[in-house]
């Protein structure tokens, strides 16, 4: 099951819903769907608020089952609760935030494979010497420990909690473009764009190769 994280707040956009800014003509969170959804079995949308102002993703839309926008982990927690109920057969989330227009073909593929290797609970991504805490892979399994962190130990970080479990990280090149840069402000955004027109991009293996 696949999870776009949308529930934030977007303080650094001046609250704006920064998911359906444009990038190449089409909302970050269209990038982010065409190059997950082909690694996913199925996929479903964490937010709050209008679930009506995503329906061109034709996905269903999961608001946060914790009050007062606690952060990522509240949204990795509502898609666990949901994927318990609703598909109880499946057995991992893979989480990826709604502004990182550029995330990997084999996302899903490297972080099975590192969890594998391993033999942690919990994968996540990294490029360059950075993790990217709340693109991981995770066990539905965690679900209630996830609801006790949030709720009884007021955990807030990602990383705080995917410390107490064991950790296995999948790492991608920087060399051309950070695969999980992630769109926090308006230069973010104009940096994705000078991307975008200095590359060719193939929406069907997102593959990306330089303009001579």
């Known amino acids: 099951m696949g999870v776009i994280l949308a529930g934030g707040l977007s303080r650094r956009m001046g609250g704006i819903d920064k998911t359906l800014l444009e990038l190449g003509g089409q909302a970050l969170l269209s990038h982010v769907v065409r190059k997950l959804e082909p690694q996913c079995e199925s996929m479903i949308v964490n937010a709050n608020g209008n679930a009506g102002r995503f329906a061109q993703t034709h996905l269903t839309v999961v608001p946060d089952t914790v009050p007062n926008h606690p952060g990522p982990l509240a949204g990795l927690l509502a898609a666990m609760e949901w994927t318990?109920?609703?598909?109880?057969?499946?057995?991992?989330?893979?989480?990826?935030?709604?502004?990182?227009?550029?995330?990997?073909?084999?996302?899903?593929?490297?972080?099975?494979a590192a969890?594998?290797?391993?033999?942690?609970?919990?994968?996540?991504?990294?490029?360059?010497?950075?993790?990217?805490?709340?693109?991981?892979?995770?066990?539905?399994?965690?679900?209630?420990?996830?609801?006790?962190?949030?709720?009884?130990?007021?955990?807030?970080?990602?990383?705080d909690w995917v410390r107490?479990?064991?950790?296995?990280?999948a790492s991608w090149s920087v060399d051309q473009v950070d695969p999980f840069f992630n769109i926090n402000t308006p230069?973010?955004?104009?940096?994705?764009?000078?991307f975008m027109k200095r590359t060719n991009i193939n929406a069907e293996c997102g593959q990306e190769s330089l303009d001579d």
């Open 84 to 112: 318990a109920r609703n598909n109880p057969s499946i057995e991992w989330i893979v989480s990826v935030p709604g502004d990182t227009p550029f995330i990997p073909m084999d996302l899903v593929e490297r972080l099975h």
């Open 115 to 159: 969890r594998a290797a391993s033999r942690s609970l919990i994968a996540c991504a990294a490029s360059g010497s950075r993790h990217h805490f709340a693109t991981g892979l995770w066990p539905v399994s965690l679900c209630g420990n996830l609801r006790d962190a949030l709720i009884c130990k007021g955990l807030r970080r990602v990383e």
């Open 164 to 169: 107490l479990h064991g950790l296995a990280t």
């Open 187 to 194: 230069e973010d955004l104009d940096a994705a764009e000078s």
